[in-house]
């Protein structure tokens, strides 16, 4: 069990372009979560999946946001026509849904600058 | 909706003494877990504690433990013997009912003074 990986861990990006964070969870883990977290605020929620199915998505995740888990595996968070207000850390998260019961547990982030 | 106050921006505490962290929130659901992670400058948020709020009595992992208070609807984090090491960003969370997510407090940025 290696934790929550996220690549890359950096992102310098021109407004306007794209950009692709990649997360590999917990393996077994059958839930991930995507979490945005500004400067000096607690992470807010923007999606997550159970196995490959997206389940939920927050109104913060605009149509210029997308995300995957093909395979109910790894995910990864695409930002088109990205402005300047997309800046902040994206945290990637995972957990094993037993019942009613889960606890996640978080990777080390992606922080997006965008000029 | 559910939602996490930390009413404490900063704190501070001495090497080797104790502190609390207060931690309020508002929910409407009966089933739910409340958690404390740390995230420690430019480094990944960690799991401290999780309480069910089913459970009356209090989480504790080693030198961390929660006072639990539902009623009010508070869950404060203390820290006892704290180490240099325990200086970070503290946030609250909850999650449960309807809500398969966590929801955060704005955290509580801890120093631990030498």
């Known amino acids: 069990d290696t934790g929550v990986s996220q690549n890359p861990r950096h992102k310098i990006t021109k407004r306007g372009q794209n950009v692709t964070f990649r997360c590999d969870p917990i393996?077994?883990?059958?839930?991930l979560y995507w979490y945005r977290q500004t400067l000096g605020q607690g992470p807010e929620f923007l999606t997550y999946?159970?196995?490959?199915?997206?389940?939920?998505k927050s109104r913060l995740l605009s149509d210029r946001f997308s995300a995957e888990r093909p395979k109910g595996s790894f995910s990864t968070l695409e930002i088109q026509r990205t402005e300047q207000g997309d800046s902040a850390m994206y945290l990637c998260?995972?957990?094993?849904?037993?019942?009613?019961?889960?606890?996640?547990?978080f990777g080390p982030g992606t922080r997006l600058l965008v000029l | 909706a559910q939602t996490v106050t930390q009413s404490q921006p900063e704190m501070s505490v001495q090497e080797a003494e104790t502190v609390t962290l207060s931690c309020t929130y508002d929910t409407s659901e009966s089933d739910y877990y409340l958690f404390w992670y740390k995230q420690p400058p430019s480094r990944q948020m960690i799991l401290v504690i999780r309480?069910?709020?089913?459970?009356?009595q209090n989480a504790t992992e080693n030198r961390f433990s929660v006072n639990f208070q539902k009623a009010a609807k508070s869950f404060s984090l203390k820290i006892s013997d704290s180490q240099l090491g325990d200086a970070a960003m503290y946030f609250c969370?909850?999650?449960?009912?309807?809500?398969?997510?966590?929801?955060f407090g704005t955290g509580t940025l801890l120093a631990v003074q030498p």
């Open positions: 393996s077994e883990h059958n839930r």
């Open positions: 998260a995972s957990s094993l849904m037993l019942g009613h019961q889960e606890t996640q547990y």
């Open positions: 969370s909850i999650y449960g009912g309807a809500t398969n997510k966590l929801i």
């Open positions: 309480q069910e709020a089913y459970k009356q």
């Open positions: 999946f159970q196995n490959e199915a997206q389940l939920e």
